[in-house]
């Protein structure tokens, strides 16, 4: 059954109220053919972020725009150095992130994450590492997959991947696969599919790139 958008905007709402890590945050929600717009403050980025997480699981969600602002109140302020020794300290201890080849660059509040690393499962978790930090307004992730040589059966191995979880109908996705590059095309039933196919992808030996263009079936 397809929702209406005042269901979906019900649902949304319940959702965020019902994660303790998006709070009591005052989020606006406004839905139109599926698509969820949020708009309002939030305190850190961590929230923001917890935010669109949050929404992307509710069933019927097409997409989300986040329109979100993140205000730091005063306890959370640091400066750019400040911030910048703790970034440093974050990435080098934590055990998924090459942080030899990490780097950070911070401007107002903001974190760059650059580099070159060996899986894309890294640079995830650099971003993960910093964006949690008190004081963050926002992280942009520039980290690029360092291209390997050819991998022979790059498209079998997502294929097979994708048979393997439970939770997806691999017959619905066609892959793509050349030179490093994967596309996704087809149908999912929910933005976490959505999410699961392209991890999938991104897990297969050789891969530098994913283009998701898949579409959440409602």
């Known amino acids: 059954m397809i ?3 005042v269901q979906l905007q019900r649902d949304v ?7 303790p890590s998006v709070g009591a945050a005052e989020i606006g929600v406004a839905v139109k053919n599926g698509v969820i717009t949020l708009s309002g403050q939030v305190e850190s980025f961590a929230k923001k972020y917890a935010a669109v997480r949050a929404v992307e699981r509710v ?23 400040d911030l910048a020794h703790v970034v440093a300290s974050t990435l ?6 090459p942080d030899e080849k990490v780097k950070a660059r911070i401007e107002d509040a903001w974190v760059w994450l650059e580099g070159e690393v060996d899986w894309q499962y ?20 520039l980290l690029q997959v360092k291209k390997r040589a050819s991998i022979p059966d790059v498209k079998q191995h997502i294929e097979n991947a ?3 979880h439970a939770e997806l109908d691999a ?26 196919a392209e991890l999938a992808a991104w897990s297969a030996p050789g891969v530098t790139n994913v283009n998701d263009e898949l579409l959440v079936e409602v």
Not at 59 to 81: I, M, N, Q, W, Y
Not at 92 to 97: A, L, S
Not at 122 to 141: C, D, F, Y
């Open 3 to 5: 929702k209406t958008d």
């Open 122 to 141: 890294q640079s995830g978790a650099a971003e993960r590492a910093v964006r949690n930090l008190t004081g963050v307004k926002g992280v942009t992730n």
């Open 13 to 19: 709402i319940d959702e965020l109220r019902w994660d």
């Open 59 to 81: 069933a019927g969600v097409r997409a989300v725009a986040e329109e979100l602002t993140v205000v730091l109140p005063g306890s959370f302020k640091r400066t750019d150095t």
């Open 162 to 164: 994708l048979k393997r």
């Open 92 to 97: 080098k201890w934590d055990v998924q992130v």
């Open 171 to 196: 017959k619905k996705i066609a892959i793509d696969a050349s030179d490093g590059r994967v596309t996704l095309r087809g149908k999912v039933r929910s933005w976490a599919e959505r999410q699961d």
